[in-house]
């Protein structure tokens, strides 16, 4: 028994007869417990119910669909001989593959602060669907040339290399902190000119407009959440 093309939702079975058995029918289950962290940082455990499926004796492979991604199966497949007595099942464990997470609640306005300074609330994503390596609060001035921009068309490595060219041109848009997994601040003060990692939190102009975002970054590929605008 071997499980390949594993994707997020879904998995394709195949396996050889036994040697000594004439089956008249194959039957697969399989079943989960998984545990994740999630996006208020509560562990939470999740009970996937066990599944079973008849298939012919001359059918040798089988794809599984609707599955959780990132999450360890259980999986059996047993020969049922003519007389449906019981035989031991052949075992293996798969897991699917990462998936975006979830969306995340918008970044929230708490106050000012110092008249200068604005307080925000950030979110932090749910690792139900893979663990989070880091988060980047990016932020974004008003001007013409991002102004009809989506969070995802902004790439990390632009906004990385405008961290330094910020004081040249207030205008572009750059990372102002980063956050290591599960270790996001419930609060943060935005504009408070620190620099922290390579990163700096750069004070924020009177009177002009601000669009921030969180960015959480997973093992494999970025996922853009919401963006809040000021």
């Given at each position: 028994?071997?499980?390949?093309?594993?994707?997020?939702?879904?998995?394709?079975?195949?396996?050889?007869?036994?040697?000594?058995?004439?089956?008249?029918?194959?039957?697969?289950?399989?079943?989960?417990?998984?545990?994740?962290?999630?996006?208020?940082g509560i562990t939470q455990t999740q009970s996937i119910p066990r599944v079973e499926i008849i298939l012919n004796n001359d059918i040798k492979s089988h794809?599984?669909?609707?599955?959780?991604?990132?999450?360890?199966?259980?999986?059996?497949?047993?020969?049922?001989?003519?007389?449906?007595?019981?035989?031991?099942?052949?075992?293996?464990?798969?897991?699917?593959?990462?998936?975006?997470?979830?969306?995340?609640?918008q970044p929230d306005f708490y106050g000012v602060v110092n008249k200068e300074e604005i307080h925000v609330i950030l979110p932090q994503a749910s690792e139900?669907?893979?663990?989070?390596?880091?988060?980047?609060?990016?932020?974004?001035?008003?001007?013409?040339?991002?102004?009809?921009?989506?969070?995802?068309?902004?790439?990390?490595?632009?906004?990385?290399?405008?961290?330094?060219?910020?004081?040249?041109?207030?205008?572009?848009?750059?990372?102002?902190?980063?956050?290591?997994?599960?270790s996001i601040p419930y609060t943060f003060h935005l504009g408070t000119g620190e620099s922290n990692d390579g990163l700096v939190n750069y004070k924020l102009?009177?009177?002009?407009?601000?669009?921030?975002?969180?960015?959480?970054?997973?093992?494999?590929?970025?996922?853009?959440?919401?963006?809040?605008?000021?």
């Amino acid at each position: 028994l071997r499980a390949h093309e594993v994707t997020t939702h879904s998995m394709t079975l195949s396996w050889s007869p036994p040697i000594r058995l004439n089956p008249i029918k194959y039957k697969i289950s399989f079943d989960a417990i998984k545990e994740f962290v999630d996006s208020q940082g509560i562990t939470q455990t999740q009970s996937i119910p066990r599944v079973e499926i008849i298939l012919n004796n001359d059918i040798k492979s089988h794809t599984i669909n609707e599955l959780s991604p990132f999450t360890t199966y259980n999986v059996n497949v047993s020969a049922i001989p003519s007389d449906n007595s019981y035989r031991p099942p052949t075992k293996i464990t798969v897991t699917t593959q990462m998936a975006a997470p979830q969306a995340m609640v918008q970044p929230d306005f708490y106050g000012v602060v110092n008249k200068e300074e604005i307080h925000v609330i950030l979110p932090q994503a749910s690792e139900e669907y893979g663990p989070i390596s880091h988060y980047y609060l990016v932020v974004v001035p008003e001007h013409k040339s991002t102004k009809q921009k989506n969070p995802d068309q902004f790439l990390t490595e632009d906004l990385l290399a405008n961290v330094k060219k910020v004081p040249e041109d207030p205008n572009l848009p750059y990372i102002a902190a980063k956050f290591p997994q599960r270790s996001i601040p419930y609060t943060f003060h935005l504009g408070t000119g620190e620099s922290n990692d390579g990163l700096v939190n750069y004070k924020l102009q009177h009177g002009k407009r601000y669009t921030i975002f969180v960015r959480a970054v997973s093992n494999i590929f970025l996922y853009i959440i919401k963006r809040l605008r000021y």
